[in-house]
C-alpha cells in the first residue's frame, strides 16, 4: 500500500492519538450531515467495497452496508458460504483477486491471523469487522457514545464485566491511545490476553486493571460495559460458562453499587437474563442503542480515512 500512515484498520493502536480523535470528531461531523437528511455528500461515488463474513452479523453487516451506500458507494455482501476463504480459496489469492475489483475490503473472521494475512496481500485498505481477537470498529463506535454522553472519554472509568474477550482486547489497545481508566473484571481463567495487558500497561498512558470482583470493581463507574458470555466459535461452551459466570451477570444491584451516574454499555448481540438483565437493558441510563447506532458513524470515518479521503 507504500503509505506511511497504515490504511488498513486493523488495531486501534496501529494509530496515534491524535489519528484517532480525527477520526471520531469526522464520525461526528458525517452523523451530523447524515441525521439532518442532507444526502449531497457522496465521497464514495463510484466506489465498492468487498465484505466478507465469516461469521453471523446484524449490526456489522447493516451499519457498513448502509454507511457506504448514504455516502455514494457500493457494498457487496459475501457470506460464509461465498468465498469460505481458507478453505475454498487460499487468504492470500482472495485478496488480490478482491483488490482488483474493489476500493475497500472489510472483513469478519476467526482467526486473527487471517485478517493479518488478508491484509498484508491486499493492494487496498483492510478494515476488520472482528475477529477472534479484537473488534475495533466496535470500540471506535463505543468512544464516541462515550464522549456524547459525557463529554470526553478522557478521564472516564470503564468497567468492563464478563468474559476477556475480543472486545476487551480492543478497550486495552484503545486505552494504549488515549488516557482512561480501563477495569476488565473476569471469573479466574477467562481475563484478557496476558500480551495485551502488557502492551496496554507499558504504554503508560491509562490506568488498567484486571480484577475477580465485580462488586468492587463497578465503584464510581461511569460506564459498565458487558458482553456475551460465550462468543461466536464458543457457543457450545455456553452452559459451562453460565455457571462460571455466576456473579457476573450486570443486575440492578451491580448497576447501584457503581452508582447513579453509570451509563451501561453492551456491543450487542445481548442474551438478556444471562450476562445482563432485561431490567438493566431497558433502564433510562442504558445507552445501548444510541451505541448501536455509532457504528454506522464510527465506520464512515474509518472508511474515510482508509481511503483518504
Ligand atoms: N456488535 C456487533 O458487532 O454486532 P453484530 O455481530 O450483529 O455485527
Ligand atoms: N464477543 C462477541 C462480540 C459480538 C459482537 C463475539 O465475538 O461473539
Redesign the pocket.
Known amino acids: 500500500k507504500g503509505k506511511t500512515e497504515p490504511r488498513d484498520f486493523l488495531h486501534i493502536s496501529d494509530f496515534d492519538k491524535a489519528t484517532i480523535l480525527k477520526i471520531l470528531d469526522r464520525a461526528k461531523e458525517v452523523k451530523a450531515l447524515i441525521k439532518s437528511g442532507d444526502r449531497s455528500y457522496l465521497p464514495f461515488k463510484g466506489k465498492t467495497m468487498a465484505m466478507i463474513f465469516a461469521?453471523p452479523?446484524m449490526?456489522?453487516r447493516v451499519s457498513f452496508e448502509t454507511g457506504f451506500f448514504l455516502l455514494g458507494g457500493h457494498a457487496l455482501y459475501l457470506g460464509p458460504d461465498d468465498i469460505q476463504m481458507g478453505k475454498r480459496e487460499e487468504t492470500r489469492d482472495v485478496a488480490r483477486v478482491l483488490s482488483r475489483y474493489n476500493d475497500v475490503i472489510m472483513a469478519r473472521l476467526f482467526a486473527h491471523q487471517d485478517i493479518l494475512d488478508l491484509a498484508k496481500y491486499a493492494t487496498v485498505p483492510v478494515i476488520n469487522g472482528?475477529t477472534?481477537y479484537n473488534?475495533p470498529c466496535?470500540i471506535m463506535a463505543d468512544a464516541l457514545t462515550i464522549i456524547e454522553h459525557i463529554g470526553q472519554l478522557e478521564g472516564t472509568k470503564v468497567v468492563y464485566v464478563g468474559?476477556g474477550?475480543?472486545?476487551v482486547h480492543s478497550w486495552l489497545l484503545l486505552a494504549s491511545v488515549i488516557p482512561f481508566h480501563f477495569v476488565c473484571t473476569c471469573p479466574k481463567d477467562f481475563e484478557p490476553d496476558q500480551k495485551t495487558v502488557e502492551k496496554a500497561r507499558r504504554a503508560g498512558i491509562s490506568k488498567i486493571e484486571i480484577t475477580n470482583d465485580p462488586k468492587e470493581a463497578v465503584r464510581g463507574a461511569d460506564v459498565v460495559y458487558s458482553?456475551?458470555w460465550?462468543?461466536?466459535?464458543?457457543k457450545e461452551e455456553a452452559s459451562y460458562r453460565r455457571q462460571v459466570f455466576q456473579g457476573f451477570q450486570v443486575d440492578k444491584a451491580l448497576m447501584q453499587l457503581a452508582g447513579p451516574k453509570a451509563y451501561f454499555m453492551h456491543?450487542?448481540?445481548a442474551e438478556r437474563g444471562v450476562e445482563v438483565t432485561d431490567e438493566v437493558i431497558e433502564a433510562p441510563n442504558s445507552i445501548v442503542f444510541p451505541q448501536a447506532e455509532n457504528r454506522m458513524h464510527a465506520q464512515n470515518a474509518i472508511m474515510l480515512h482508509a481511503l483518504g479521503l
Open positions: 461469521k452479523s449490526r456489522t472482528l477472534d473488534h466496535q468474559d474477550n475480543n472486545i458482553d456475551v460465550a462468543s461466536m466459535g464458543q456491543c450487542l448481540p
